[in-house]
């Protein structure tokens, strides 16, 4: 009983912001920004830089609230997409725009670790028992930050290719943290 309250609440609500009815915006704000922020923070892992994409996310919803289709999901579902995607591209943004420039990226990982620098922990000598196809796949997609797609343009090779190399790396990765894990446990029992 309450869902369908739920339900026609905010059916009455869209309707309402879709006629330019701001204190309908504003409720539906008042009930669902936490969820969202916390979605967002959980993706970006910084407050301020949350609290912005949220802020952002909002105007987005406002401005193409006449795109959302009940029949295509709840609005809640629908929001949390546009918050999903606008946080992520805000990552990809981030990575990409510090990429090139040391002294920001240095900056900007101290607070952020969004750079993994893989001879700190060792992890280039442990990529180096991969083959070189699965070797550049694996920088590509995990410390480079590309989408599988952006690794396929980039290097030339199929999408198809890209995939299953990268799930083979992580196989033969897995199976190489297990025995060294297996040693480690061995020798210190």
Same mark, same amino acid.
């Given at each position: ?32 920004? /936490? ?5 967002? *923070?959980? @993706? ?7 609290? +912005? %994409? #949220? ?51 240095? /900056? ?5 670790? *969004?750079? @993994? ?7 280039? +000598? %442990? #990529? ?60 210190? @029992?």
């Amino acid at each position: 009983m309450i869902e369908t309250q739920t339900k026609d609440t905010n059916e009455i609500l869209i309707a309402k912001i879709k006629e330019g009815d701001t204190e309908s915006f504003s409720i539906i704000y008042d009930k669902y920004s /936490d969820a969202l922020y916390g979605l967002i *923070l959980k @993706i970006v892992k910084q407050d301020d830089l949350a609290q +912005d %994409i #949220l802020q952002e996310c909002f105007v987005k919803i406002w401005e193409k609230i006449n795109t959302y289709e009940k029949g295509k999901g709840s609005l809640f579902t629908w929001m949390l997409n546009i918050c999903r995607n606008k946080s992520i591209d805000s990552l990809r943004k981030t990575q990409r725009t510090y990429k090139g420039n040391e002294s920001m990226k240095n /900056d900007l990982s101290r607070p952020t670790s *969004l750079e @993994i620098n893989p001879d700190t922990i060792g992890l280039r +000598d %442990i #990529l180096n028992n991969l083959s070189d196809e699965k070797r550049i796949i694996v920088e590509y997609l995990y410390f480079k930050g590309y989408t599988q797609q952006e690794t396929s343009d980039e290097l030339n090779i199929p999408l198809g290719t890209v995939k299953t190399r990268s799930r083979t790396a992580i196989l033969e990765l897995k199976d190489y943290f297990t025995l060294i894990l297996a040693s480690w446990i061995s020798n210190n @029992i």
